[in-house]
């Protein structure tokens, strides 16, 4: 069976939106140990393989906002794909407490193999949808642990990220997000901002694209349903703070 780096859905579909989910699955190619990364099915269910209900979520969205979506279909611990290809923490040998042993001895090498066969297939398609609208505006979608090891726990619902200069369609879905009674908000929490080389550095930044990197508390978004309900309910929020930027 062939291996694809990414699913797509939806290209025809005439929004201006682009919904990603980068950390969408825990798969691990059979070209990767033959898949596996030696951790128990455990380990990959946690936050350190993917981002848990994210990929739910985004196709809800993409469906309600009639968005093409674009999907990874590897685990970020095979590499990540919201990083640069410089960065050190492209491929963790040890994260959240975990060592990852299929990638103990991994070197340069075993890098360039991995970005070949997953990172940059990935990349090279989320920027030809990207392109397909000279108006593109990109949403990424994530999700966060409610709490991590030996932290207090998180109290944001959903939260955006940004960085320097700040974008005007965060800062409005912010206020929108805002104005909802029951939902606490991040601003730029539980992380800061975009990191250099990252998917929006890459495909909206770079490009100087709108765009929103949102994140959803992984306990809210166990269930499909829970996903539909969110992806739901955050879809008309993000195309009214788009209104009201072009307003």
């Given at each position: 069976?062939?291996y694809h780096?990414?699913?797509t859905a939806?290209?025809?579909?005439d929004?201006?939106?682009?919904?990603?989910?980068d950390?969408?699955?825990?798969?691990v190619?059979?070209?990767?140990?033959g898949g596996?990364?030696?951790?128990p099915q455990?380990e990959m269910?946690?936050?350190?393989?993917?981002d848990?209900?994210?990929?739910?979520?985004a196709?809800?969205?993409?469906?309600?906002?009639?968005a093409?979506?674009?999907?990874?279909?590897?685990?970020?611990?095979?590499?990540?794909?919201?990083?640069?290809?410089?960065d050190?923490?492209?491929?963790?040998?040890l994260?959240?407490?975990?060592?990852?042993?299929?990638?103990?001895?991994?070197d340069?090498?075993?890098i360039?193999?991995?970005?070949?066969?997953?990172y940059r297939?990935?990349?090279?398609?989320?920027g030809?949808?990207?392109?397909?609208r000279?108006?593109r505006v990109?949403l990424?979608?994530?999700?966060?642990?409610?709490q991590?090891r030996?932290?207090?726990p998180?109290?944001?619902?959903?939260a955006?990220?940004?960085?320097?200069p700040?974008?005007?369609?965060?800062?409005?879905?912010i206020?929108r997000?805002?104005g909802?009674?029951?939902?606490?908000?991040g601003?730029?929490?539980?992380?800061?901002?975009?990191?250099?080389?990252?998917?929006?550095?890459?495909?909206a930044l770079?490009?100087?694209?709108?765009?929103?990197?949102?994140?959803v508390?992984?306990?809210l978004?166990?269930?499909?349903?829970?996903?539909?309900?969110?992806?739901?309910r955050?879809?008309p929020?993000?195309?009214?703070?788009?209104?009201?930027?072009n307003?």
């Amino acid at each position: 069976m062939t291996y694809h780096a990414f699913h797509t859905a939806g290209e025809d579909r005439d929004s201006r939106w682009l919904v990603t989910c980068d950390h969408a699955t825990n798969t691990v190619p059979p070209q990767i140990n033959g898949g596996t990364l030696g951790l128990p099915q455990s380990e990959m269910s946690r936050h350190i393989a993917y981002d848990p209900g994210a990929a739910g979520v985004a196709h809800t969205i993409a469906d309600a906002l009639s968005a093409p979506l674009i999907t990874s279909n590897f685990s970020r611990l095979v590499i990540d794909p919201n990083r640069g290809e410089d960065d050190p923490t492209l491929l963790m040998k040890l994260y959240d407490g975990t060592i990852i042993p299929g990638n103990r001895h991994a070197d340069c090498a075993e890098i360039e193999r991995r970005k070949e066969l997953c990172y940059r297939p990935y990349h090279a398609e989320l920027g030809r949808i990207a392109a397909g609208r000279s108006d593109r505006v990109i949403l990424a979608v994530h999700s966060f642990t409610p709490q991590l090891r030996g932290r207090p726990p998180r109290p944001w619902h959903v939260a955006i990220l940004h960085s320097p200069p700040q974008n005007a369609l965060s800062l409005a879905l912010i206020a929108r997000l805002e104005g909802e009674p029951d939902i606490c908000v991040g601003d730029n929490e539980p992380y800061a901002g975009h990191q250099p080389g990252d998917s929006i550095d890459r495909h909206a930044l770079g490009h100087d694209r709108p765009h929103v990197l949102l994140e959803v508390r992984q306990d809210l978004i166990e269930t499909v349903e829970q996903q539909k309900a969110w992806g739901r309910r955050i879809a008309p929020l993000l195309q009214g703070a788009l209104t009201d930027c072009n307003a």
